[in-house]
C-alpha cells in the first residue's frame, strides 16, 4: 500500500513540474510579444519624401485632428486645416487635394491680383494665368519659371444654384486655373481654410453675364462679369515631389526646391527684399533687371504717408513735366534712394484700360522707359498698397487715372485727387544676396554688385 503511495505523489510532482514549465513558456512567449509590440509602436514611422504619401502618413499618425478626408479616391483638406502649407516658386501655396492618379493640387495663399471675370472666363483670367495664342498672355505663368506643372481640370460648370454645383461638363485642363464652387464647397466652404478674409472668383458662371464669387466673409455670391475679384491660381504637381523639409505649417511649410541664392537673379517673382530700411516686392524679372514695388506708402514722416497729385493738367505721363507727380519720382527721389548704384532704369507699361471690354492686354500695349514709376492694372500685386496712384488711364477721359481703394480694387480716379505714392524700380539682377529667407518675415538682405 506504501508503494502505490509513493508512486501517485511522483506523479503529482511530474504534473506541477510540466504545469510550471508550460506556465513560463507562455509567459514568456507572449512577454515577449508585447515587448516586440511595444518596441516597434513607439519607434518613429519613417516618413517617405513624396509629397502625396507624406501628406497622408502625417494625417494618418501626427496631427491630432482628421483633415485629409478620403472620398471616391481623392483626398481633400477640410475645415481648419492648418498643416498644408507649402512654399514654391515665391508663393505661399495651401494643398487642396490629393488627386486619384496621386498629383497635388494648390492653391495660392493670397489673391495675387484682381481682375474682371470679363466676357468669359477662358478669353481673360485664364490668359492671364497661361500662356495662349492671345498677345500678353501667360503673365502668372512666367513668374512661376517651371516646367514642373501638370494639368489641372479646370471646373466650368454653369449653374443658376449653389445646391446643383459639381464638375460635371464643360471642363478643361489647363496648367493654372482657380478653385471652382464645388472644391470650395468641399472643404467646408466658411469653415474652411480657404476661407482667407479675401475676396476671389472661382471657375463657375451663373448664367451669360454673371459669375460665381467668394467674398471677404466666405460666403459665395454671384456678380456681373464686369465686377473685380481677387485672382487666386492653382497648380498641380506630381505627387512624387521630394520634400526637403517643414512640416506643412505657416511656420515652416513644406519645401520642396534645393536653392542657392546668391544674387537677385537667383530669387523668385513675389519674394521680398530690403532696401532703404524699407519693404519692397519683386513683381517681374526681365534681362539683367528685376522690378520691386514698395509694400508701404513713400512716407513723408514716421507712420505718415507723403500725399500728392499726379497732375493739375492730363494723365499724360511726362517725367520731363515738373507739374507730374513722375517729375518728382525720377529727379529729386530718385537721387535720393540711388547713391550706392545699384537701381537702373526700365519698363513701366502706360496702355489705357476700357471698363466696356475689360480687356488687361490692351494695358501692357504701350510703355515708357523710367527709373521710378507705378505697376500697372495688369501687373501681379497691384493692388496691394491702398489709396496710391497705378500707371494706368481710361482712353475716354485725359483727367482720370486708375487707382487703388481701401478695398484693394481699381477704381477710376482723377488727376487732381491727392493720394498716397506707392514707388516701383528697377534692381540691377547682379546685386548680391547677404541673408534672410526672401518672404515677409524674413526678407533678403541685400550686398552690393557681383564683381
Known amino acids: 500500500m506504501k508503494k502505490k503511495k509513493k508512486v501517485r505523489v511522483k506523479k503529482q510532482a511530474i504534473f506541477n513540474l510540466m504545469s510550471v514549465v508550460f506556465l513560463l513558456t507562455v509567459g514568456i512567449y507572449y512577454l515577449t510579444r508585447l515587448i516586440h509590440y511595444k518596441i516597434e509602436n513607439d519607434r518613429p514611422i519613417e516618413l517617405s519624401s513624396h509629397l502625396a504619401t507624406r501628406l497622408k502618413q502625417e494625417d494618418d499618425t501626427y496631427t491630432s485632428k482628421k483633415v485629409l478626408i478620403e472620398t471616391n479616391d481623392i483626398y481633400r ?60 498672355s501667360g503673365i502668372f505663368e512666367d513668374t512661376l519659371e517651371s516646367d514642373e ?152 514722416k514716421q507712420g505718415e504717408c507723403k500725399l500728392a497729385y499726379f497732375s493739375k493738367y492730363s494723365n499724360d505721363f511726362n517725367e520731363t513735366e515738373e507739374d507730374n507727380l513722375l517729375y518728382d519720382l525720377n529727379h529729386d527721389y530718385y537721387r535720393k534712394i540711388n547713391n550706392d548704384n545699384l537701381l537702373t532704369e526700365g519698363n513701366f507699361y502706360t496702355g489705357t484700360y476700357s471698363l466696356t471690354d475689360n480687356n488687361y492686354r490692351v494695358c501692357l500695349d504701350d510703355k515708357l522707359t523710367l527709373h521710378v514709376g507705378f505697376l500697372s492694372v495688369a501687373e501681379p500685386f497691384a493692388f496691394e498698397v491702398t489709396n496710391t496712384f497705378l500707371m494706368t488711364t481710361s482712353p475716354n477721359n485725359e483727367m482720370s487715372i486708375y487707382t487703388v481703394n481701401d478695398a484693394h480694387a481699381m477704381f477710376e480716379d482723377s488727376v487732381t485727387q491727392t493720394l498716397a505714392i506707392r514707388p516701383v524700380l528697377y534692381m540691377k539682377d547682379k546685386v548680391t544676396i547677404t541673408g534672410g529667407k526672401g518672404n515677409y518675415l524674413s526678407p533678403y538682405e541685400l550686398g552690393g554688385l557681383e564683381e
Open 77 to 136: 483638406y477640410v475645415g481648419n486645416a492648418d498643416n498644408n502649407y507649402l512654399q514654391y516658386r515665391g508663393y505661399l501655396w495651401r494643398i487642396v487635394r490629393i488627386n486619384e492618379d496621386n498629383s497635388v493640387t494648390m492653391v495660392t495663399e493670397e489673391a495675387i491680383t484682381y481682375l474682371p471675370y470679363g466676357g468669359s472666363l477662358q478669353n481673360y483670367i485664364l490668359s492671364w494665368l497661361n500662356h495662349d495664342d492671345s498677345k500678353h
Open 149 to 300: 506643372l501638370l494639368t489641372t481640370k479646370i471646373c466650368l460648370d454653369k449653374f443658376p444654384e449653389i445646391e446643383v454645383a459639381g464638375c460635371f461638363e464643360g471642363n478643361k485642363d489647363y496648367k493654372i486655373g482657380l478653385l471652382s464652387v464645388y472644391d470650395y464647397m468641399e472643404a467646408d466652404a466658411t469653415e474652411s481654410y480657404l476661407n482667407n478674409g479675401t475676396n476671389f472668383w472661382t471657375t463657375n458662371s451663373y448664367d451669360s453675364s454673371t459669375a460665381w464669387y467668394i467674398a471677404e466673409d466666405g460666403l459665395i455670391g454671384t456678380d456681373s462679369y464686369s465686377a473685380k475679384y481677387g485672382i487666386r491660381p492653382v497648380i498641380t504637381l506630381s505627387g512624387d515631389t521630394v520634400i526637403l523639409s517643414g512640416n506643412g505649417t505657416s511656420e515652416d511649410p513644406y519645401l520642396i526646391e534645393e536653392r542657392d541664392v546668391k544674387t537677385l537673379q537667383d530669387s523668385y517673382v513675389g519674394e521680398y527684399i530690403r532696401y532703404q530700411d524699407q519693404l519692397w516686392r519683386i513683381i517681374s524679372k526681365q534681362e539683367g533687371k528685376v522690378k520691386i514695388a514698395s509694400e508701404s506708402c513713400l512716407q513723408e
